[in-house]
């Protein structure tokens, strides 16, 4: 069974009452569905990855600011900046999350979503698998 990038979002949900782990993973989470859509929208658009020395998250949120698209190359700036919310979330165990941090990320991250879920035509969607 395969899941979709949607699927990421349904394990983003917390409460101000949720662990601080669950906190964590609803920013990882969240960021995750935005991160697999924007691959989604780099593989529709036929957009390279850029020859650097990074990792394939640095490397996406590149590919998409250099896009020439001005609303991609935002969207690439803002996942790139999200990137660095989730590093912090997943490995910085020392730093407090608080609920308005993961709310305000957690959000982020589905405005993310959507805004790249509307960049894909009808023949691909995020809500399917890869490879569907």
Known sequence: MSVSPRDFLSLAEFS?????????NAISRSYYAAFHAAERVRIARKLDLPD?????????????????????????ADLNRQRLVRLEADYDLEKTIGFNVAKRNTDKNKELFDQLSSKLGSSEDVSESYGS
């Open 16 to 24: 101000q009452q949720s662990t601080e782990v669950i906190k964590r």
């Open 52 to 76: 650097i020395k990074s990792g394939s998250h640095l490397k996406l949120c590149v590919a998409l600011e250099r896009s020439g698209e001005e609303s991609l190359a935002a969207i690439g």
